[in-house]
């Protein structure tokens, strides 16, 4: 019965794009997405740290481009989707994660 209820929220075929990717809580979203099947973007702003959750979902068989993104930048995200389009079709799932903490960043104490 379980493997029923499980099946219905199966994401296969799908395209996620993760804003805040390369994050915390952004990067939990990216795994548990690709975990149901979904091909995911990883945007952040910092690529590096965008890298390592892609990689991960790589490492596991998953679908997923690192890309770096500024959400307050139109531009920048333009050319994200553009990125992610090339990659790996239209989206399908947006989640926006992306967030700026102050207490993490020493120039805004």
Same mark, same amino acid.
Request: hydrophobic share 55%.
């Given at each position: 019965m379980a493997e029923d209820v499980f099946a219905a929220f199966r994401l296969n075929g799908k395209t996620a794009l993760v804003t805040g990717g390369g994050g915390l809580l952004g990067g939990s979203f990216c795994r548990t997405l690709a975990g149901a099947g979904a091909s995911v973007a990883v945007l952040d702003l910092d690529e590096s740290r965008a890298g390592v959750v892609a990689a991960q979902i790589r490492g596991e068989g998953g679908a997923a481009? @690192?890309?770096? @993104? =500024?959400?307050? =930048? @139109?531009?920048s995200l333009g050319r994200a989707l553009a990125s992610v389009r090339s990659a790996l079709g239209e989206v399908e799932i947006l989640v926006n994660g992306a967030a700026h903490d102050p207490k993490f960043d020493p120039a805004h104490r």
């Open positions: 481009p @690192a890309i770096a @993104a =500024d959400v307050t =930048d @139109a531009e």
